[in-house]
């Protein structure tokens, strides 16, 4: 994560990208966040953009056959859940508020990977679940066709996670060696 404290220090806006946890994605939140600091106590304009993007449909083809039923295609979810939580906290803290009292942006949780390669899955499964302030979601085209055709999107992403914590605890453990 160095590099990308330096580049946003040199102003050099960055997208994080290929980040599959909340442990990875806070990484990438704090080497911006520590730019961004340094650009302020430098006396730099701290607006440089960025986006963390964590990567959403591919853990559920990872798990596909391999979790209960009622588990299918969640798991991603889930990840981006727990994930959401933790943005939320790091973007209200004290810390980011300072930061954007002095020109700072936040730099935003963007969802990659949201088509669903389940074909037995709503086209629109991720769209629904992750619509959520201070997100970005890079939709395929086949995703947003079906998500224009319809009148209303889901209820979205719940700001604490949902039930992110409750499915994570289902989801079997692989075996230690």
Known sequence: MPAIEA??????????TLLFSREQYLAAAEAYLRGIERRVAAGLNPDVGSVASVFISRWDVAVAGKTPADLTNRLGI???????????????????????????????????????????????????????????????EATLKAVAERSEIGTGLAEDGGDCERVLARLPRPAST
């Not at 889930?78 to 300072?98: E, K, N, P, V, W």
């Open 7 to 16: 580049a946003i220090f040199a102003g050099i806006p960055v997208n994080v």
């Open 78 to 140: 889930a990840i981006a859940g727990r994930t959401y939580r933790a943005a939320q906290q790091l973007l209200f803290s004290a810390r980011a508020r300072r930061l954007y009292n002095a020109g700072a942006r936040p730099q935003r949780l963007l969802w990659a990977s949201t088509g669903t390669k389940d074909p037995k899955a709503d086209p629109a499964l991720y769209v629904n679940a992750l619509a959520a302030p201070f997100t970005v979601n890079t939709i395929p």
